[in-house]
């Protein structure tokens, strides 16, 4: 099982678009957008109560 090609690529773009319609794709992509960000603002905001939980210590 290699690399995938532009073919390979073609066909799950047509099979997606099949399953879900051309309405429904730009909501699914909107969830996926929001939820990304909310886990990269968590990622942030527990990184920096790292850094603070590190520097309470160290004191």
Same mark, same amino acid.
């Given at each position: 099982?290699?690399?995938?090609?532009?073919? =390979?690529?073609?066909?799950?773009?047509?099979?997606?678009?099949l399953?879900f319609?051309?309405? @429904?794709?730009?909501e699914?992509?909107?969830?996926?957008g929001?939820?990304?960000?909310?886990? @990269?603002?968590?990622? @942030?905001?527990?990184?920096?109560t790292?850094?603070?939980?590190?520097? =309470? =210590?160290?004191?």
């Open positions: 099982m290699g690399r995938f090609g532009v073919t =390979e690529i073609l066909v799950i773009l047509a099979v997606v678009l399953l319609g051309g309405k @429904k794709i730009p699914l992509m909107k969830g996926l929001s939820g990304l960000k909310e886990f @990269k603002n968590a990622a @942030k905001d527990d990184a920096a790292d850094k603070k939980e590190d520097k =309470e =210590e160290t004191k």
